[in-house]
């Protein structure tokens, strides 16, 4: 998981966090999960992708000026 805070390069969003997970109910799990804790705490989401998109836009390529916030493997 990578958590980039992009505010600086976008007008779109101040963040993005970057996951996989190895099938499709853990990847529910983790976006629920997401979803929910971002929701307690009042903050607004865009909307997600899958990880197709993750590997076809190379996301962690694109916004590689970004500052990583965190990073866990």
Same mark, same amino acid.
């Given at each position: 998981m990578v958590l980039l805070d992009i505010s600086e390069l976008s007008v779109i969003a101040d963040y993005f966090? $970057?996951? =996989?997970g190895s099938?499709? %109910? /853990? $990847? /529910?799990a983790i976006a629920s999960a997401i979803e929910d804790a971002l929701? *307690? &705490?009042r903050v607004? =989401? %865009?909307g %997600? *992708?899958?990880p197709m998109e993750r590997e076809y836009y190379r996301l962690e390529r694109?916004?590689?000026e &970004?500052? =990583?916030v965190v990073y866990l493997q």
């Amino acid at each position: 998981m990578v958590l980039l805070d992009i505010s600086e390069l976008s007008v779109i969003a101040d963040y993005f966090v $970057i996951c =996989t997970g190895s099938n499709p %109910r /853990q $990847i /529910q799990a983790i976006a629920s999960a997401i979803e929910d804790a971002l929701n *307690e &705490a009042r903050v607004s =989401t %865009r909307g %997600r *992708e899958g990880p197709m998109e993750r590997e076809y836009y190379r996301l962690e390529r694109l916004w590689s000026e &970004a500052p =990583t916030v965190v990073y866990l493997q």
